[in-house]
């Protein structure tokens, strides 16, 4: 497995591999700290595009606000290596942030409306982040496939409209959500989770659990779901609610029933970190690892 620097390295690996004309280029955008999320996308890219996976591993500054985490996040770029290798990627494209920003550059990618609305409210800027850096990663690797998780809905949502808007060419591939045992969703995140942190944010996947149980006992009404929601998390005083959503998964507007394909998000502060959850309506349960 090579390890990328530049954008002309990732390129050239690229094409190199279209003048084969054995398939297509898979990307796998991270920022590191992978787990068995990640395992999972970097296995399906490896299922449609074998020996043609591109892994990302670079912490992005841009996607981070000026009280968040970008210098504490987690680092491990030698273990993500061997586990990115392990599942089946080709390439890890490991970029420094002179790279992917020149100091001269002035572009930026602004999905309006849909930047602003769930994280995008609650972290201003952060979409904008995410939107640049996804569309120069998918430029640098000309890839025909991008794999993300569910975990990161609104993500989803956002870059799916940028891909729309800017014709791009690259299909984005949604994998399921892992979670550990108990329910949690997997993050890399959740190494700053105490252990009654820890146990306190299990709260996040037992209001996804009281929601799908009515959902599955046909209630639809929007209100009825979100008060029981609210409900869960008030059993948990010490975690501090970001929001509670019943949205389109497309516009990610709010709705007055839940239809098959609606997304129930969540966000909410266990101590000092903030975690994200949801469930799309109508779907099967997600994975546990």
Not at 29 to 41: K, N, W, Y
Not at 114 to 128: C, Q, Y
Not at 145 to 170: C, E, S
Not at 202 to 223: D, F, N
Request: net charge neutral; charged share 20%; with cysteine.
């Amino acid at each position: 497995m090579q390890i990328l620097k530049t954008v002309e390295e990732l390129r050239a690996w690229s094409r190199a591999l279209r003048c084969d004309g054995g398939g297509g280029i898979a990307l796998v955008p991270t920022m590191g700290a992978l787990h068995a999320g990640h395992e999972s996308l970097i296995r399906s890219a490896a299922e449609a595009q074998p020996g043609r996976v591109a892994v990302s591993i670079f912490v992005n500054p841009t996607q981070f606000g000026p009280n968040e985490d970008f210098a504490r996040y987690p680092r491990t770029f030698t273990a993500d290596c061997a586990l990115a290798e392990r599942e089946g990627a080709t390439v890890i494209f490991a970029p420094s942030v002179e790279e992917m920003y020149p100091a001269s550059a002035a572009t930026f990618v602004d999905v309006e409306g849909l930047s602003d609305r769930l994280d995008g409210a609650s972290r201003p800027g952060h979409f904008r982040g995410v939107a640049t850096v996804v569309a120069k990663l998918m430029i640098a690797a000309e890839a025909d496939l991008a794999f993300f998780g569910q975990k990161d809905a609104a993500q989803v949502a956002v870059l799916r409209r940028m891909v729309a808007d800017l014709r791009l060419g690259t299909k984005i591939v949604v994998c399921p959500i892992v979670r550990e045992a108990d329910g949690l969703a997997l993050s890399s995140r959740n190494v700053y989770l105490s252990a009654e942190e820890r146990k306190q944010a299990l709260v996040l996947s037992r209001a996804i659990g009281r929601v799908e149980s009515l959902v599955a006992g046909a209630e639809r009404q929007s209100a009825v779901l979100l008060e029981a929601a609210r409900g869960v998390f008030a059993q948990e005083p010490g975690v501090r609610v970001d929001y509670i959503e019943l949205v389109d998964w497309e516009t990610l507007w709010p709705v007055l029933n839940a239809v098959p394909g609606t997304l129930f998000a969540v966000a909410a502060w266990v101590g000092k970190t903030r975690l994200i959850d949801n469930a799309i309506i109508g779907r099967a349960a997600t994975t546990r690892s």
